[in-house]
């Protein structure tokens, strides 16, 4: 099957081969073009000039921090930010999907602000709440709520009809049952939403200390722009893509973790 | 509950919601009108926007800025993403070769990559272009790469059999097969890209909505902040519907 041959997997060793040199060739590249003199280094620092300057970073302050300091002022607002989303956003949904007239009451208002992206929400954030901590929580807070609503709202609209009927049958209110039988069948599709909500909130972030704030990664990144510093902002981008990628990692194991657990209690 | 119940509800809000602000900042002044905008200051500009122009030009200009820049770096990135997300779907070795530089690279969100454009390229029009490019390609790589992989064992086979190979064979088979995953990775390109442009040009730029938005925040103008956003809200909404039909368009196989 000719047609096929492409899909058949590797032998280990071409694998690690190609991997290699995939990886050699991106880095290779970057250097041999860093070091040709071609580019400046202030535009294009070679790799190992940009672990020298984080090295740098996490030692000497720039611009008021260091590094690991700029990093600890951005997930504090990260975590106010997705907190409140979460807090609002959860309750919120599961009410939507619970009562009718809420539902229908609160959904063209919430599209109508959905459709509005996060970063747009900027001006208003620095007008209403400064450049501190507020601005940035705000366009966090843009970024992580719709996602966080919209999966506990499904949650809530697809929990198995018995499960409403017994509920209804035995007497419980309607804060019964929006706690203790909506709540729990919807947790998976929680996690899965808060999942997006905490990758759409970091994002958010970065693009919030890139304009609204006077502290954090972004910030960084902006006054290593403006210095024309290839290498701290390089710094900023992989704190960054680290960060993300450890949050994204750390609720991936959350979802793991009650996929297991509800596979259990199911037999 | 009858049909029409719903939707009647839902404007009744829309109504109340308006009426809300209109009462709260004009009749009974409960918001500061510097703080958020009252309905005639909105009206004022969205006229001034129009006829005379804010931000050194009128809305339509601003507005064409935005798109065009979209466009060009969704178009651009969603060709390459497609053609690279086919090869890594389809041959193991495109696969291996690619997959650790697109996995060190995907964790970086799109507006990070916003300084880094503006270093190299400066406020202009292709650092937009940059950053609207690494915004839109990660989704059209992953999703086709999905879309791909996910594709019935049987339809390759069955297409082989009746000698369907090369360049046929990736239009025939292997792009309609990847069609549906193809589109969610565009969709979420697309909204991607919008929101990056908005941001890079908030950042800095000379024409463009992000640049409405950030002259209104240093105007304190909450009028003209709040026009900025509900055409940010519309031109996005509308692209997306436009990708919309396109995909309906494009697949009638899936047409209800």
Redesign the interface.
Known sequence: ????S?????PRF??TG??L???G??FGLWTLVALSGAVSAQ?LPSPWAVVERFGELARTPFVGHTIQEHLVSSIGRYLAGFGLAAMIGVPLGLMMGWF??L???????FE?IR??????????A???FGTGIGGPVLIIFMGAFPPALINAYRGAKFVEPRLIEAGRMLGASDLRMITQVLLPASVPSIVAGLRISAGLG??SL??AE??VASSGI?YL??K??SA?S?AT??C??IA???V??AI?ALLRAVEAHIHRRRGRNAR | MQPGHSAAIGVATVVLALALWALFTTAIPWIDTARFPAPADVWAALTQITVQGYADARLWRHVAQSSVLVLTGFATACTVGVALGLAMGWSRRAEALLNPVFLLLRPIPPLAWIPLAIVWLGLGDAAKVLVIFMAAFVPAVINTYTGVRAMEPQIVEASSMLGARGPRFVREVLVPAAAPHIFTGLRLSLQASWTTLVAAELVGALYGLGQVLNNAAQDIYPGMILVGMVFVGLCGGLMTAVLGWVERRAMPWRAA
């Open positions: 099957m000719s047609a096929r492409g899909q058949a997997p590797l071409e694998a190609l991997w040199a995939g990886l060739g991106f535009f009718r007239g539902d229908d009451a609160v959904t063209p208002l109508a459709f509005v992206a996060p970063i747009a929400w900027v001006p208003f620095a007008l209403w970091w994002q970065v693009g890139l304009i972004g990144m902006v290593g722009q024309i290839t902002v390089m900023g981008m960054i893509g680290v993300g990628y994204d």
